[in-house]
């Protein structure tokens, strides 16, 4: 059964929000490489034709894609050679063998990077949300080239979160104007912190990732993963979170403390009157802040070369 957007509502141009989704993909370059089991990974690739430039890997949150960074990657691109993931099992790539398995996800994403990042050259990761999570365990098998890593908001760590409403199943059956407003809530619970900033580019987002994920993230995010892991990371850990993540508000310091105790010089970037989704709710924001992070992390790796 086929989506009906038709309740989503337009850009302020009068263009649909897939229209502009579009838009930017077709500032990339899309790239499906093998990802070990059969299947392959799409990736979507901003700014990679200057071979100087830093390489950053995005990874996008649960039930997700490519589209979290929608508002970040012609930006970051700027400055860095950008690959934004499509995980294994969410947006337009093959699943893993194992759903449910964060390691099943792992492996797939290690050969991915594999196939497509030079292997002569450094690189970073920001991983939002289940992305984090997804960017901890790879960090256990990069090596030294991956230089930094960037946790937003991330989830699977073993720490309080403050009981919220239940978010609700978006199914393709259901009538145009009831989709949309049950994305706009889920997202109002969970992403946004602001009601007024949840659009129609979020919504058709939240619609179109969600009828269509594979992955089980959210499990894996209730078993803690990323906390079982850290200890073996070895990367320098940075943190961008929202002041008012659903996920972490307002139990941000036991996260910090939680890095800290592991790597006593994380340093956690906090954005004002944003939520979860902090990369979409406070674009301009974040963009510099993970811009200034990565920036002075290439400018340590000069000085020490």
């Excluded at 502009?20 to 490489?33: K, N």
């Excluded at 990042?117 to 030294?144: E, K, N, Q, Y």
């Excluded at 960037?150 to 978010?167: D, E, H, I, N, S």
Aim: charged letters at 25%.
């Amino acid at each position: 059964m086929s989506l009906d957007y038709s309740a989503v509502p337009r850009m302020p141009d009068g263009h649909t929000a897939a229209e502009y989704i579009d838009s930017i993909a077709a500032l990339s370059q899309a790239v499906r490489v093998p990802m070990g089991n059969g299947g392959r990974m799409m990736w979507h690739v901003f700014g990679a034709d200057q071979s100087n430039k830093p390489i950053l890997l995005l990874f996008h949150g649960g039930s997700g894609s490519w589209i979290h960074w929608i508002r970040n990657v012609v930006p970051l691109s700027q400055h860095f050679a950008v690959y934004a993931a499509d995980l294994p099992g969410l947006g337009d790539s093959d699943p893993p063998d194992d759903v449910r398995d964060i390691w099943s996800v792992t492996r797939c994403v290690k050969t991915a990077m594999d196939a497509l990042i030079p292997r002569d050259r450094d690189f970073a990761i920001t991983g939002f949300s289940f992305g984090g999570m997804v960017s901890g365990h790879v960090a256990t098998l990069a090596g030294d080239r991956l230089r930094r890593l960037v946790l937003v908001g991330a989830g699977g760590l073993k720490a309080t979160r403050k009981p919220g409403p239940k978010l609700r199943k978006l199914l393709p059956e259901m009538a145009p104007d009831v989709l949309a407003a049950e994305a706009r809530r889920n997202l109002e619970i969970l992403m946004l912190h602001d009601p007024a900033k949840v659009d129609g580019v979020a919504i058709h987002m939240q619609i179109l990732n969600t009828t269509r994920a594979k992955t089980r993230s959210r499990e894996m995010g209730q078993a803690f993963k990323l906390s079982e892991v850290l200890p073996k990371v070895k990367t320098p850990l940075t943190g961008i979170w929202g002041e008012y993540d659903s996920t972490t508000y307002p139990h941000i310091q036991e996260r910090i403390d939680l890095f800290r105790a592991l790597q006593p010089d994380f340093k956690m970037n906090v954005i004002q009157d944003a939520g979860h989704w902090v990369a979409y709710e406070a674009a301009e924001a974040f963009n510099a802040r993970l811009i200034k992070v990565l920036t002075h992390e290439n400018r340590n790796l000069r000085d020490r070369e």
